[in-house]
């Protein structure tokens, strides 16, 4: 007589064990199992399945979710439905209920290869099968349900397999194919018979093991079988039985009665491999959502580099290396998928959905690489960030991600040229870098410029019409929309139906009274332009005489592209543009965007731009463009958003490095108190390059002018000038350890440099206080060349970080503007014009008091006067004016003449900037 195996008893075990590890898993990862069953139509079966279903996974812990179509659905829809599950991060399992109920053809077997394989818990998915067919030693991450469990009763059940002959009746897709390969993987000989086998009582009458799959009840007979053979029935099969209460019961499709008196083991029906299928659905939902867990782990593959000597130009250089498709990048980092928007192949946007997936990783560390006051030059804080990374992620292994500005195509046609990096330490492609990119600064031009012109066709509508006229024009559908709402609110009028205000309440709400003398919104545009500076609008007849003067900056200088970079999310967005104060009305009060019912269609034309855009450097290691600021009237830094998203993906070990515009004491004190102010995060290292061309023209040397030829000081040994000039790195150190990070100077060097000087350099570096100084020559040797001070910056990262602010925001506006201007420049004092006092009390009295301050300086100098190098101190810093970009959150007084729109210079760079027709090269940028 047969033992029976008690399925019930084994799946029930093997639940408790299932429901310990979901426990587990939720403790460690803060994430609960999900599994959606897709259920299209309304079979009755199939919903007995499913309540089945549901009430495991809520005996074990995971959460279901039973997604209920139609028969009416369409395939197209059904398909949307199961992609849309396969974005969803939430989710870990799908599994679509078979066979679907619709009056629509819907082609199965597209349906099913179209789950995610990682998400396939039913492990019916073509790659699943293909992973189950290969010899491995591996187990796939999902087995088929059926025969998994059966597997699992066997071995509970002492069944040795190895050199047995087993014999599958079935070749079903579901069960007899998979349990074919998980035997043979048990090292059992297998038989696989069905329908069309011949002799078959003579086959199975050799099996030391019978799985029957083939949906006849009572189809095997008791002397069909080898005696002690073991016999798994899978069958399920409704037959007539005048004694049951139903008038039906369930029966296998081996006849029990017979086979238990030859048998050795049998799995009755009910109550055998029945439990044990639900079981393994929940220990597959398991296994996927520890697998998609796992993908935490990069899989970089870095680009070789070919170094060529001379160095070649920097678009050769970049035209000579092959980038990574940017879907296998993002693949290589764990970003899923539905989390990407690629824009070609060579560049995507992430979405910030990512942010929500990964919010219980701890962040990496956070680097910001500055640079001492440069030369009109530039001393390479772009390159080095480039090589940096190169070096942490191609040649120490490291999850890396470098964070950067967008570049101005005014500098790529100007002056500067592109902000790539340079040589062999770059972005690319670097043509798609410098110019539209994902055209985030084209969006923000549109948004600044529909802004400037409802500004002004605002005024006109107020001046040529009478309150009421207005009232009725600008109310739809005699309705307040949103934005009128939140003024009347701002007016103190809490009413919500048009027709009850009264004459007053009407002029006032309708009558934003702006002020053209205060107005502070420009027009800009994304080239140098310098006959923009100052214009004329009005002149036609059709705007009777309503002239006025105005301007245009460049496309980065606006505050749309700061609130860009300082924003936290879609929401924050929203907001921040609803607070920004373009004017001040005639009483002298605030108006806002919000005021002007502007702040939506200016989220929405910029809505694609809060995304960062995923691009890589010659190494193949990632880098985030995203957002460029102005580095003098805004805070020059990199968006908050593509660093936050990049300290999840890097994760505890990983770095994220990222760029501060200008020298460390403006780019650096602003990410400091303004960006991570903003951010709340924290520093772990500050990175600060210097070169001793730029030390010696702080020690003295001639002139530094872009276009001319250097002066044979910057190309011989000259120790006096490089010993002199380095006050002015010791300064950079020593307020950059005010706000507690440790300090590692990269000296960028140049083939000129002397091991004299260059040693000279590390010296002072040193007796100032940096944790290390590293010579690097990213430049030349890409991120080889800087492998030492990646090493010492992942060291400097190790040490406890002590991060702190430099002033606090609740300081009186003057106080704020002090601390800075005597702490980081050293100045002996400050100097206030009659408009700067005036715009104190008036931002005071406003509420805006407590904005953080964004100083508007030369960035070539410490002091307010460019030519004054080195480390001068005792000067006084002259406050002309103070301006206000509250949605931004800043306040910023303006010292000396800051240009907003910079001119093309006599031999721009336009000039050897082409395009071949016959390849669709681009050639010139630099």
């Known amino acids: 007589m047969a033992a029976i195996i008690d399925g019930k008893a084994i799946s029930a075990a093997l639940k408790d064990s299932i429901k310990a590890d979901v426990d587990a898993f939720k403790a460690r990862t803060h994430t609960t199992p999900k599994l959606v069953i897709v259920q299209v139509g309304n079979r009755d079966d199939s919903t007995v399945y499913i309540r089945q279903k549901v009430k495991a996974c809520e005996e074990v812990g995971i959460i279901i979710e039973h997604k209920h179509l139609s028969n009416e659905t369409t395939e197209l829809q059904i398909m949307d439905a199961v992609r849309h599950l396969n974005e969803d991060h939430h989710v870990h399992g799908i599994l679509v209920q078979l066979p679907l109920d619709t009056k629509n053809p819907v082609d199965e077997h597209a349906l099913i290869n179209l789950i995610d394989p990682a998400k396939d818990v039913d492990c019916l998915n073509a790659s699943n099968v ?14 088929s349900c059926t025969p998994h469990g059966c597997m699992h009763l066997l071995e ?92 039906k019961r369930l029966v296998g499709d081996v006849d029990f009665e017979s086979a238990k008196a030859v048998a050795s083991m049998i799995t009755p029906v009910p109550g055998g491999v029945g439990p044990m299928t639900v079981a393994m659905l929940m220990r597959n939902t398991i296994s996927a959502a520890k697998a998609q867990e796992t993908k935490s782990s990069w899989a970089l593959t870095p680009l070789p580099l070919t170094l060529l000597r001379p160095v070649p130009s920097d678009i050769d250089i970049a035209r000579s290396q092959t980038p990574k498709p940017i879907t296998r990048l993002a693949a290589e980092m764990t970003i899923l998928p539905g989390e990407l928007e690629p824009y070609g192949s060579n560049k995507a946007k992430v979405k910030l959905s990512i942010l929500d997936r990964l919010k219980n990783r701890p962040d990496g560390k956070y680097i910001v690489v500055s640079g001492i006051t440069p030369t009109p030059l530039g001393e390479g804080k772009s390159t080095t960030t480039v090589g940096l990374v190169q070096a942490l992620g191609a040649h120490l292994g490291k999850n890396v991600i470098a964070c950067l500005r967008q570049p101005s195509q005014g500098p ?7 902000a790539a990096g340079g040589g062999y330490s770059q972005v690319i492609p670097m043509e798609e870098f410098n110019l539209h990119l994902t055209g985030d600064i084209h969006a923000i031009t549109a948004a600044n410029n529909l802004m400037a012109a409802a500004i002004d066709a605002r005024m ?14 600008l109310i739809a559908d005699n309705k307040f929309c949103d934005s009128q709402l939140k003024r009347l609110k701002k007016l103190g009028i809490e009413k919500t139906d048009p027709s009850t205000l009264t004459p007053e309440e009407v002029k006032r709400f309708a009558r934003l009274d702006i002020d053209a003398k205060t107005i502070t919104w420009q027009r800009v545009m994304d080239i140098n332009d310098r006959f923009l500076r100052k214009i004329t609008v009005g002149q036609s007849d059709t705007e009777k005489g309503h002239e006025r003067t105005t301007q245009f900056d460049i496309s980065v200088a606006s505050e749309l592209m700061a ?65 460029g600021p102005f580095a003098n009237i805004a805070h020059g830094n990199s968006s908050i958003l593509a660093d936050k998203i990049a300290l999840k993906l890097v994760g505890e070990s990983g770095f994220v490095v990222t760029e501060a515009g200008f020298g460390a004491d403006i780019g650096f004190e602003k990410f400091c108190d303004i960006k991570c102010r903003a951010s709340g995060l924290t520093p772990h290292v500050a990175v600060l390059v210097a070169t001793v061309r730029a030390l010696k023209m702080h020690g003295g040397g001639p002139s530094v002018t872009p276009g001319t030829p250097l002066a044979k000081e910057y190309k011989q040994e000259n120790l006096e000038l490089v010993r002199s000039g380095c006050a002015n790195l010791q300064r950079h150190i020593e307020n950059m350890c005010k706000f507690g990070v440790q300090v590692v100077v990269a000296v960028n060097v140049f083939n000129t440099d002397t091991p004299a000087e260059l040693q000279i350099v590390r010296d002072a570096a040193v007796q100032a206080g940096a944790f290390d100084a590293v010579l690097a020559s990213h430049w030349s040797d890409g991120g080889a060349g800087a492998e030492k001070l990646a090493a010492a910056v992942a060291a400097a990262a190790e040490k406890p970080s002590a991060f702190k602010l430099l002033y606090e925001v609740d300081k009186p506006i003057e106080e704020k503007i002090e601390t800075i201007c005597k702490e980081i420049y050293r100045a002996a004092s400050v100097e206030y014009s009659d408009l700067a006092r005036e715009k104190i009390a008036l931002y005071t009295k406003m509420g805006f008091g407590n904005l953080p301050i964004c100083m508007a300086k030369t960035h070539l100098s410490f ?44 031999r721009p760079c336009f000039f050897d900037i082409t395009i071949d027709p016959a390849t669709n090269e681009i050639h010139g940028l630099s």
């Open 130 to 143: 293909g992973l189950l067919a290969q010899k491995t030693k591996h187990e796939p991450t999902v087995i």
């Open 156 to 247: 509970k059940s002492g069944v040795q397999l190895a050199g047995k002959h087993a014999v599958v009746l079935g070749r079903s897709n579901i069960v007899g194919r998979p349990m074919a390969q998980l035997l043979l993987r048990a090292d059992a000989t297998v038989t696989v018979c069905h329908s069309k086998t011949a002799d078959l009582p003579c086959i199975v009458k050799q099996a030391d093991v019978l799985v029957a799959a083939i949906g006849q009840p009572c189809f095997v007979k008791g002397e069909w079988l080898k005696p002690g053979a073991v016999v798994i029935d899978c069958g399920m099969n409704s037959i007539d039985d005048a004694s049951k209460k139903t008038g």
């Open 412 to 418: 790529t046609f100007g002056i500067k040229g592109g």
């Open 460 to 473: 006109f509508h107020e001046a040529t019409q009478s309150d009421q006229a207005l009232f009725k024009r």
């Open 563 to 627: 609130i860009l970079a300082l924003t936290t999310d879609l929401q924050d967005m929203i907001e921040r543009m609803e607070r920004i104060v373009f004017a001040a009305d005639k009483a002298g009060n605030p108006v806002t965007a919000n005021d002007l019912g502007i702040a939506g269609a200016l989220a929405v034309l910029m809505k694609d731009t809060i995304s960062p855009t995923l691009m890589q450097t010659l190494e193949g290691t990632p880098v985030f463009v995203h957002a």
């Open 863 to 906: 002091s307010a006067d460019p030519s004054a190098k080195n480390a001068p101190s005792g000067f006084v810093i002259p406050i002309r004016d103070i301006r206000a970009s509250v949605g931004a959150g800043f306040l910023y007084p303006l010292i000396g003449e800051m240009s907003t729109m910079p001119g093309l210079p006599t």
